[in-house]
């Protein structure tokens, strides 16, 4: 089968969105439509039977927006503080469109200590098994106000690899600033090429990640989204980073159109997620 027709069967999708494609570029505020057609999109998912988990960065952003602070924060106690502002104003507007279209949302946030203690993961497992059974779509970030720097995962895109581990999801799409993978940042290197698929994670796909971040709100550039790849990929999803600007594209990915760049799940090796996040916390 076509690696793109097999993903009209996904049952299991986690969909991350950065907080560069949440907010206006030029003003650095939440951008409502984009928002409302994230919202549409993911609740036409669940209208077609299927379990969505949200993972929404965005609460730094919303937060140092409404702290009314002029720069992206720089220390961790601060970054923190907006992350409470912001957090709770995200979701106010997710709960809110949401509903309007009969979906029940949910709020979760972890932490790496969540995942690497037994008991916590189990509970946090057992969350969202329960919520995706009722038919709910869990929100989910990073605890950040608690997170410090030796327990964080410090950005979503590993973060939502880890999630689409935990709950054994079949597709993990990052919705990015970018269409895809280039072999190097296209934003510098106009030569670059894009990739349109990739069916092994080696060194040299590593190294193409190593450009920074392309925006004043993002996190982790590509180096992120390929670590998100080799997590999600190894525990058996396959995982796409399509470009996030028209949000027509998750329907149009679900139906098979070669948009973005897929990352196809790879059983190869044995894979746990634990001793993952164990070896690359210490
Ligand atoms: N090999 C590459 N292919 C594509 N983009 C790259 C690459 N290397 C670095 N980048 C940069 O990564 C950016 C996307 O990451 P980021 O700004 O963190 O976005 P997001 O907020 O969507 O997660 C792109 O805009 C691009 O400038
Ligand atoms: N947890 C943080 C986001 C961290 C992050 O990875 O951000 P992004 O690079 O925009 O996906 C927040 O909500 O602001």
């Known amino acids: 089968m076509n690696v793109r027709e097999r993903l009209k069967d996904k049952k299991r999708i986690v969909v991350k969105i950065g907080s560069s494609s949440l907010t206006h570029p030029a003003t650095g505020n939440l951008n409502l439509i984009k928002l409302e057609k994230l919202v549409r999109e993911l609740s036409d998912l669940r209208n077609q039977g299927k379990e969505v988990v949200l993972v929404s960065s965005g609460a730094i952003a919303v937060g140092r927006k409404a702290a009314g602070l002029a720069s992206k924060p720089k220390t961790i106690a601060l970054k923190q503080a907006c992350a409470a502002i912001g957090q709770g104003r995200l979701m106010m507007a ?6 309007e279209y009969n979906q029940i949302a949910a709020q ?26 009722m038919g709910a779509i869990p929100i989910v970030n990073e605890n950040d106000t608690i997170s410090t720097y030796e327990m964080e995962f410090g950005d979503n895109d590993t973060l939502s690899a880890i999630v689409a581990g935990l709950i054994d999801a ?9 269409d895809g993978l280039f072999t190097d940042d296209p934003n510098k290197n106009k030569d670059a090429k894009f990739i349109e698929v990739v069916d092994k994670i080696d060194s040299d796909l590593l190294d193409m990640g190593k450009g920074s971040s392309g ?53 190869s090796e044995d894979f746990y997620l634990v001793d993952y996040l164990v070896d690359t916390t210490y």
């Open 108 to 133: 979760i946030l972890l932490t790496k200590g969540t995942m690497l203690d037994n008991l916590s993961r189990k509970n946090a497992q057992n969350t969202f098994e329960e919520l995706l059974k």
């Open 170 to 178: 079949d597709l993990l799409i990052l919705l990015s600033d970018i």
């Open 215 to 267: 925006s004043n709100v993002g996190t982790g550039g590509m180096a992120t989204k390929l670590t998100a790849a080799r997590i999600a990929t190894l525990a058996g999803a396959d995982m796409i980073i399509a470009n996030g600007e028209d949000l027509n594209v998750i329907h149009r990915i679900m139906e098979g159109e070669n948009c973005g760049t897929i990352f196809l799940s790879d059983k």
């Open 94 to 99: 997710y709960q809110k469109l949401f509903s």
